[in-house]
Structure formats: structure tokens, C-alpha cells
């Protein structure tokens, strides 16, 4: 008989037992981590088709709430009312074009002359007292700014791109306007069946946001620029017509659009001379002092109240990561998380008040 040995016998699961409850729990852990930063790699990656997709649910609100307002004196199918809406914005924009086309072509080379001169002069200024090292020019100084957009905006950075990822945006916004409620539908097939109701009116009134401020933003859009245009032809400043233009389609990025425009109005003003300079800057400050005391209030107040701080802020970020469409779209990127905040606040809200009525049951018991 053969003595027997004495060891010690380790009779704990090792890390590799996986019907311990503890190294369960670990692996849950730990799956939960690993998914949450593919997650944010996945969306670094495809950051610029989901600006795309999210352009187009954008483009999608502003289509539904035109089928909505037509909807509240016309009781027709909803399709037709997409059809009108459609044909009637088309008709909108190409009767513009039709009517001023030669107008706005013959300013938009104009004014593409005159801001070069009066950047020459303004650098040939900066040159002789001293605040330029050396002599530069527009162009130069253009290819620069280029030249330090980030590569997450390469997909747009051609005429080619731009004008595709537009295309993209137009169709994806149709194809979800014509049915909401079929894509409404497969968000909350996604979402646990438990959860679909909370979930349901968190939607709800995203989309409700979203279509209050683009109403907001197409009535600021709209105004701006025609009061822009109707003081610039009465005061004599050229290219009237084209400011006004550019002035209510950068309306559409509230803070970041107006500087740009007013740039524009008082570069060409003083192309036509001191006196016509003068009134431009008269005018860009008329307008934009009654668009933030006057018009953007009332607007607020009926669609979505977003601080100023905040909204230049998002720009800025959104600007510098995403390009020219993440500018386009903070707005209404921040008004969803907005959302999504407060709809967290109240279901916070909600369990500490059930939390508390047992904790009074209990104490009463």
C-alpha cells in the first residue's frame, strides 16, 4: 500500500467555472462595458450616415407639420395632403428661382467679388499696422480654413458629396412622412414590452418638439429675411435681394447664422460707401434686436424655449465635429435630449413619490 500524499485542494470555482453566480455577475458586468464602447466606436464610425439619417427625420418633421396645419381645413387622405405640401414647397422654390434666377445669379457673383475686395483691404489694414505678419490673401486664407476641417466632415467636403448627402436626406424625410406610424411601429418593436409606453410618449412629444421648432425656425426664416430684403431695396444697399436670401436661410442656425449674414451686409454696404455701410449696420441691428426681443419670444413661447448659451454652445461642439450638417443640426439634436431629459425627470419623479406612499404605508402599518 502506497503512502498517500498530502495536498491542498483549492474548492473554490475558478474563473472559468461559469455556473458560479459571482463570476455570472462579473461577465454581465463586464458584457454591459464591452457593448457600451463598441457602441460609442460604432457610432464615431458611422457618425456622418446617422447625421444623414437624422437630417432626414428632421426634413420628415417639417413635411409632417404641413400635413397636419393642411390637414386642419382640408378632412383628405393623408397622402394627398404630403402630395400638396410637397408640390406646393417645389413650386415655392422653383418659382423663386424662376422669377430672380438671373437677379441672384448676377449678385451671387457680385457679391463673391466684393467680399474678396474688401477681405484684400481688410488684410492690406491688418498688414500695415502690423496685426498680419505677412501679406495674404482671401484664397490663401481660405484654403486654410479648409484645410483644418476634421476628417469626420471629409464625406461632405466636395459639391458632389454635399449635394448627395442632401439628396439622401430629401428621401429618406419623404419616404418616413409618407408613413410615421409604420416606422413609429418598429421603434417600439425594438423596445421591451414592458417599457413600450413610456417609450411611446417619449416619441410622441419628440416629435411634437421637433415640429414645433422647425415651425418656429421656418416663421423666423421667412420673416427675417424678408424684412432684411425690404429695408436693404429702401435704403439702396446692392444686392438687396441676395442678402435677404442668405439672411433667412441662415436664420435657420440661430447666433452663428445671424453674424455670418450681418458680416455680409456691412462687407457689401461699405462697397457702395461709408453712408451705405452705415445703414447696413443700422439695419442688421434693427432686425436682429426685434427678431431676439420681439419675435423670438412669441416663437418660444408656443414651440421649444432653448436657452442662447446652451444653443451657441451645441454649435460650437457640433461645428467642430460633425462640419457644416452637425451646425445645421444641434438645434434639434439638443431640443431631443432636452426631451429625453425631462421625460427621465418625471419618471424619477414618479418612482420617489411611489417610494415615498409605501414608505408612509409602511410607517402607518
Same mark, same amino acid.
Given at each position: %500500500? +502506497? @503512502?498517500r500524499e498530502r495536498?491542498?485542494? &483549492?474548492? !473554490?470555482?475558478g474563473p472559468n467555472e461559469l455556473r458560479d453566480p459571482v463570476v455570472r455577475a462579473e461577465l454581465r458586468k463586464a458584457s454591459v462595458w464591452f457593448g457600451l464602447a463598441a457602441a460609442i466606436a460604432l457610432v464615431v464610425l458611422l457618425i456622418q450616415p446617422l447625421l444623414i439619417i437624422f437630417g432626414g427625420l428632421v426634413f420628415a418633421a417639417m413635411l409632417d407639420g404641413g400635413v397636419r396645419l393642411l390637414g386642419r381645413v382640408l378632412p383628405i387622405p393623408r397622402g394627398i395632403r404630403l402630395l400638396i405640401v410637397v408640390l406646393l414647397a417645389t413650386a415655392f422654390i422653383l418659382g423663386t428661382f424662376y422669377l430672380t434666377g438671373v437677379q441672384i445669379a448676377a449678385q451671387a457673383e457680385q457679391l463673391r467679388s466684393t467680399l474678396e475686395v474688401q477681405g484684400n483691404r481688410l488684410i492690406a489694414w491688418a498688414n500695415g499696422t502690423g496685426l498680419m505678419p505677412a501679406r495674404s490673401d482671401m484664397s490663401g486664407l481660405a484654403q486654410q480654413a479648409l484645410g483644418s476641417v476634421g476628417r469626420l466632415t471629409s464625406a461632405?467636403?466636395?459639391?458632389?458629396? #454635399? =449635394?448627395? +448627402? *442632401? =439628396?439622401m436626406i430629401l428621401v429618406i424625410g419623404l419616404f418616413v412622412a409618407m408613413e410615421p406610424k409604420l416606422y413609429d411601429r418598429g421603434l417600439q418593436w425594438m423596445v421591451p414590452v414592458g417599457q413600450r409606453a413610456e417609450f411611446a410618449v417619449t416619441i410622441n412629444r419628440m416629435a411634437t418638439t421637433m415640429r414645433r421648432l422647425l415651425a418656429g425656425r421656418l416663421a423666423g426664416m421667412v420673416f427675417e429675411g424678408a424684412l432684411t430684403w425690404l429695408l436693404l431695396w429702401i435704403t439702396g444697399v446692392p444686392m438687396a435681394l441676395l442678402l435677404g436670401i442668405i439672411t433667412g436661410l441662415l436664420a435657420f442656425i440661430p447666433n452663428i447664422g445671424a453674424f455670418i449674414s450681418g458680416v455680409l451686409m456691412v462687407a457689401v454696404g461699405f462697397s457702395a460707401g461709408a453712408d451705405t455701410g452705415l445703414w447696413a449696420i443700422a439695419i442688421y441691428f434693427a432686425v436682429q434686436t426685434f427678431d431676439g426681443y420681439? *419675435? *423670438?419670444p412669441i416663437v418660444a413661447r408656443r414651440t421649444v424655449? *432653448?436657452?442662447? !448659451?446652451l444653443t451657441l454652445s451645441s454649435q460650437i461642439l457640433a461645428s467642430t465635429l460633425f462640419g457644416v450638417l452637425g451646425l445645421a443640426l444641434a438645434d434639434p439634436m439638443v431640443a431631443m435630449? @432636452?426631451?429625453a431629459l425631462e421625460r427621465e425627470s &418625471?419618471? #424619477?419623479a414618479r418612482a420617489g413619490v411611489r %417610494? +415615498?406612499?409605501e414608505d408612509e404605508e409602511a410607517a402607518l402599518a
Open positions: %500500500m +502506497s @503512502k495536498v491542498d485542494i &483549492e474548492r !473554490a470555482p461632405v467636403g466636395t459639391v458632389f458629396g #454635399a =449635394f448627395t +448627402s *442632401l =439628396f420681439v *419675435l *423670438l424655449d *432653448l436657452p442662447p !448659451a435630449i @432636452k426631451v &418625471e419618471r #424619477a %417610494m +415615498s406612499d
